[in-house]
């Protein structure tokens, strides 16, 4: 079946390249997203091993590993409803195309075993999520900037990449992972320290770990929601999975490098975080939860490796198979609330978050889905989000087993940031959801339209597979036990499970039954509802007008973005460091003031002190060079002899 997909991925290629077959390309790429998804559930226990394939050196096997599968499918689910729907304002050849080479890209990295044959798919699932969103027409002129800063940020991250994937094929004197995996590392040695750093750069430039993650609100803000499901799922994970195989699988027990990822993980998550609350874009602030989620992942990976550099071989398990539940669920969630975003869109015509009384002219299952997805990315039980994040906070809390000072401090804190990042994370949701769907329509603005059917369908349904996922945990995890048995001897995935309870490793720790919190939590709401009920009967409605502190009662009044996040704005100013503008346009004469437009922002963290001065080197270096394009046949002549004076000095000395 994962053969048959990349061939009808590989037909929707060339016939988006070709203009034919518009509906035929979207049917392909659908089909081959359902195909991925049946045979990953079919077969996520064994894995799947095909024949070669005439990739990378002298041909490369296709082997998906259990956690590749489960990875893979979760991505694949997105990314099914996201081809099938289609891109609401994209050239449809463009983006069928740029779709179709993440997917092949993808499914490369996943299961390719060489260097060789790694690299061409990572550089072909960089150059498929370019050409998605080079035909996208979502955002302003400006935005196409943010296009060229995720190219220049990939290619540093693929610079880093393949001096990694060097540097161990001249270690190993081979291409092939499993060469690898057998190198024997001494713990703390500089070559691995090295290595490492270079795959947490390399796979981290995708991730969004800091400071790559400010690609990711320019670049998704470009693009459409569909774009932004199929980047924040299949990709997404996939370069997870590249960068816990190298950290797992090819350096294994390297404490220095566990800690530093932690680290990096962290502060990541925390910094995109605070960037999401402060988005009045759907997609914006979309793209900053992704790079939180996957910095989440990261921080429980780093977590394994200091548990399994002091022989805790039970707990780095743990945080493995925590990262692999959180991404899973993410992957669904996301890719439900994208697609929301283009529901919104073709609703209403953009993408900003406001209250249009979006859920009150839509289907109740759009609203359902878009809650439990919101739910979700909040950590909100009983949804998929609440279950591994509670997992994350148990497997840091475990730091005490360690031996060494610095392995406890490092979690104690990275727990502290994860908290840190769960109650922004709760607000930025609560914000979304609130303002962006259950809002009250503004008068004089109008409101959006109902939200178009295939769109709700997608929504309510991947909200409800979010929901699914956590209820059905504690039966999910036997997919995950061959992972465990193969990365981590002696450990097994049913460790996390007791009957329908969850726990983490012991029941004597902590536990928890996402399966009985579904039961529990509507019984337990009967209790307030019954409360209220009855003081409405008792006691009569008492209606008063709102306070404007001391000022007369406006036409009108509404919450937006701005008011909800300003007051963490002023508490994080020395992060955020706002700025405000007010333009004023003037009728008639200049002192008629016609219209005062208030605009507020914040400044990216890292743009001004990191990138902005490799930028002003190219440019200067452009503007050397230019004359070198002026035109004049002389000037050409004249470097065409001085590389001949050059070429004979080298043949003479």
Same mark, same amino acid.
């Given at each position: 079946?994962?053969?048959?997909?990349?061939?009808?991925?590989?037909?929707?290629?060339?016939?988006?390249?070709?203009?034919?077959?518009?509906r035929?390309?979207?049917?392909?790429?659908?089909?081959?997203?359902?195909?991925v998804?049946?045979?990953?559930?079919?077969?996520?226990?064994? !894995?799947?091993?095909?024949?070669?394939?005439?990739?990378?050196?002298?041909?490369?096997?296709?082997?998906l590993?259990?956690?590749?599968?489960?990875?893979?499918?979760?991505?694949?689910?997105?990314?099914?409803?996201?081809?099938?729907?289609?891109?609401?304002?994209?050239?449809?050849?463009?983006?069928?195309?740029?779709?179709?080479?993440?997917?092949?890209?993808?499914?490369?990295?996943?299961?390719?075993?060489?260097?060789?044959?790694?690299?061409?798919?990572?550089?072909?699932?960089?150059?498929?999520?370019?050409?998605?969103?080079?035909? $996208?027409?979502?955002?302003?002129?400006?935005?196409?900037?943010?296009?060229?800063?995720?190219?220049g940020?990939?290619?540093v991250?693929?610079?880093?990449?393949?001096?990694?994937l060097?540097?161990?094929?001249?270690?190993?004197?081979?291409?092939?992972?499993?060469?690898?995996?057998?190198?024997?590392?001494?713990?703390?040695?500089?070559?691995?320290?090295?290595?490492?750093?270079?795959?947490?750069?390399?796979?981290?430039?995708?991730?969004?770990?800091?400071?790559?993650y400010?690609?990711?609100?320019?670049?998704?803000?470009?693009?459409?929601?569909?774009?932004?499901?199929?980047?924040?799922?299949?990709?997404?994970?996939?370069?997870?999975?590249?960068?816990a195989?190298?950290?797992?699988?090819?350096?294994?027990?390297?404490?220095?490098?566990?800690?530093?990822?932690?680290?990096?993980?962290?502060?990541?998550?925390?910094?995109?975080?605070?960037?999401?609350?402060? $988005?009045?874009?759907?997609?914006?602030?979309?793209?900053?939860?992704?790079? $939180?989620?996957?910095?989440?992942? #990261?921080?429980?990976? !780093?977590?394994?490796?200091?548990?399994?550099?002091?022989?805790?071989?039970?707990?780095?398990?743990?945080?493995?198979?925590?990262?692999?539940?959180?991404?899973?669920?993410?992957?669904?969630?996301?890719?439900?609330l994208m697609?929301?975003?283009d529901?919104?869109?073709?609703?209403?015509g953009?993408?900003? #978050?406001?209250?249009?009384?979006?859920?009150?002219?839509?289907?109740?299952?759009?609203?359902?889905?878009?809650?439990?997805?919101?739910?979700?990315?909040?950590?909100?039980?009983?949804?998929?989000?609440?279950?591994?994040?509670?997992?994350?906070?148990?497997?840091?809390?475990?730091?005490?087993?360690?031996t060494?000072?610095?392995?406890?401090?490092?979690?104690?804190?990275?727990?502290?940031? #994860?908290?840190?990042?769960?109650?922004?994370?709760?607000?930025?949701?609560?914000?979304?959801?609130g303002?962006?769907?259950?809002?009250?329509?503004?008068?004089?603005?109008?409101?959006?339209?109902?939200?178009?059917g295939?769109?709700?369908?997608?929504c309510?349904?991947?909200?409800?597979?979010?929901?699914?996922?956590?209820?059905?945990?504690?039966?999910?995890?036997? !997919?995950?036990?061959?992972?465990?048995?193969?990365?981590?001897?002696?450990?097994?995935?049913?460790?996390?499970?007791?009957?329908?309870?969850?726990?983490?490793?012991?029941?004597?720790?902590?536990?928890?039954?996402?399966?009985?919190?579904?039961?529990?939590?509507?019984?337990?709401?009967?209790?307030?509802?019954?409360?209220?009920?009855?003081?409405?009967?008792?006691?009569?409605?008492?209606?008063?007008?709102?306070?404007?502190?001391?000022?007369?009662?406006?036409?009108?009044g509404?919450?937006?973005?701005?008011?909800?996040?300003?007051?963490?704005?002023?508490?994080?100013?020395?992060?955020?460091?706002?700025?405000?503008?007010?333009?004023?346009?003037?009728?008639?004469?200049?002192?008629?003031?016609?219209?005062?437009?208030?605009?507020?922002?914040?400044?990216?963290?890292?743009?001004?002190?990191?990138?902005?001065?490799?930028?002003?080197v190219?440019?200067?270096?452009?503007?050397?060079?230019?004359?070198?394009?002026?035109?004049?046949?002389?000037?050409?002549?004249?470097?065409?002899?001085?590389?001949?004076?050059?070429?004979?000095?080298?043949?003479?000395?």
């Open positions: 079946m994962v053969l048959a997909a990349s061939a009808l991925w590989l037909l929707s290629l060339v016939l988006a390249v070709l203009g034919v077959g518009r035929l390309v979207r049917v392909a790429l659908a089909l081959g997203c359902a195909l998804v049946l045979a990953s559930a079919g077969r996520l226990p064994e !894995g799947i091993a095909c024949a070669p394939l005439g990739v990378g050196w002298a041909g490369s096997r296709l082997v590993a259990p956690d590749a599968l489960w990875l893979l499918a979760f991505g694949a689910v997105a990314a099914f409803f996201a081809t099938a729907l289609g891109s609401p304002g994209a050239s449809w050849r463009s983006w069928s195309a740029g779709a179709s080479l993440c997917l092949l890209g993808a499914l490369g990295c996943f299961g390719l075993q060489d260097a060789l044959g790694f690299l061409i798919a990572w550089e072909l699932m960089s150059l498929g999520g370019a050409v998605l969103l080079v035909g $996208e027409h979502l955002g302003p002129s400006r935005e196409g900037r943010g296009l060229l800063f995720m190219l940020l990939l290619e991250g693929a610079v880093a990449l393949m001096a990694a060097l540097w161990l094929s001249q270690r190993t004197g081979s291409v092939h992972f499993g060469e690898f995996a057998a190198q024997a590392w001494a713990a703390g040695s500089w070559p691995a320290l090295g290595i490492g750093l270079l795959l947490l750069i390399g796979f981290g430039a995708k991730l969004g770990i800091l400071p790559f400010e690609w990711y609100p320019g670049a998704y803000g470009q693009g459409s929601g569909a774009s932004g499901a199929l980047l924040s799922g299949v990709v997404l994970n996939a370069a997870f999975f590249g960068l195989r190298g950290l797992t699988e090819w350096l294994p027990g390297q404490y220095a490098l566990g800690v530093i990822t932690v680290t990096v993980g962290v502060l990541s998550a925390i910094l995109a975080v605070l960037y999401a609350f402060q $988005e009045d874009d759907w997609r914006r602030l979309l793209a900053f939860s992704s790079a $939180e989620n996957a910095a989440i992942a #990261i921080t429980v990976l !780093g977590a394994s490796m200091i548990f399994r550099q002091e022989g805790l071989l039970a707990l780095a398990s743990l945080g493995y198979l925590v990262a692999l539940l959180h991404l899973a669920g993410h992957a669904l969630a996301k890719g439900c697609l929301a975003a529901g919104n869109y073709a609703a209403s953009h993408y900003d #978050i406001r209250q249009q009384a979006l859920l009150r002219h839509s289907r109740w299952y759009f609203g359902m889905g878009v809650v439990f997805a919101g739910m979700s990315l909040a950590a909100m039980p009983p949804q998929a989000g609440f279950v591994s994040e509670w997992f994350t906070f148990q497997t840091l809390f475990q730091g005490f087993h360690l060494s000072l610095g392995g406890r401090l490092t979690l104690s804190l990275a727990g502290a940031g #994860i908290a840190l990042t769960a109650a922004v994370a709760f607000a930025t949701f609560v914000k979304l959801v303002l962006g769907v259950l809002g009250r329509r503004v008068r004089e603005e109008g409101g959006a339209g109902s939200v178009r295939g769109h709700a369908v997608a309510g349904l991947l909200g409800l597979g979010v929901l699914l996922l956590a209820v059905g945990m504690p039966w999910w995890l036997h !997919g995950l036990d061959r992972v465990t048995a193969q990365l981590f001897p002696g450990q097994t995935s049913m460790a996390l499970r007791s009957g329908a309870l969850l726990v983490p490793l012991t029941s004597s720790f902590a536990f928890i039954s996402p399966t009985k919190l579904v039961v529990a939590l509507p019984l337990l709401a009967l209790l307030p509802i019954g409360l209220l009920i009855g003081s409405v009967r008792r006691h009569r409605r008492l209606r008063v007008p709102v306070w404007y502190g001391g000022f007369a009662r406006p036409a009108q509404a919450t937006t973005t701005l008011t909800f996040a300003n007051a963490m704005r002023t508490f994080y100013a020395f992060v955020y460091r706002p700025r405000t503008t007010i333009d004023h346009e003037y009728s008639g004469r200049s002192y008629f003031v016609h219209r005062v437009e208030h605009r507020t922002t914040v400044a990216p963290l890292f743009e001004a002190k990191i990138f902005r001065v490799p930028v002003r190219v440019q200067w270096l452009a503007r050397a060079v230019s004359p070198l394009q002026s035109g004049h046949m002389n000037v050409y002549l004249g470097l065409v002899g001085l590389l001949l004076v050059l070429i004979m000095a080298v043949a003479l000395f």
